[in-house]
């Protein structure tokens, strides 16, 4: 994304609020400190941003496994769930879990925490 100047301007973490998915598929969500541009007019991203993230998407993820087991997607405003802090959904098939280990820096799914 254009809006990416350094590692910490997103973070990569598991969704803690996880979708009913199959086991093979893995829900990460990628939290921005910028704001993900929406078109007012349509409550959905504008074309520019969506192709940012696409290039973010396709050199964080694609370019580690086969372009066919990664989708990306962000909730239209009026259906996220938190406001606040921008982000979007990535949802794998069947990742390396080291890819994984490396891509959320070490963060585990809230449902394997004991």
């Not at 990460?28 to 704001?35: G, H, M, S, Y």
């Not at 696409?54 to 259906?79: C, G, H, Q, Y």
Request: proline share 6%.
């Amino acid at each position: 994304m254009r809006c990416v100047v350094s590692i910490d301007d997103f973070k990569i973490l598991y969704n803690d609020w996880p979708y009913g998915v199959e086991e093979d598929i893995v829900h990460l969500v990628v939290w921005t400190k910028f704001e993900l541009e929406d078109d007012p007019a349509t409550d959905d991203l504008t074309p520019r941003m969506r192709r940012e993230i696409d290039v973010f998407v396709e050199r964080t993820f694609r370019s580690k496994m086969p372009a066919e087991k990664v989708i990306w997607f962000k909730n239209w405003k009026s259906l996220k769930s938190i406001h606040g802090i921008e982000h979007f959904h990535v949802m794998l098939y069947q990742p390396d879990p080291v890819f994984l280990r490396d891509i959320t820096n070490g963060d585990v799914p809230v449902t394997e925490v004991q």
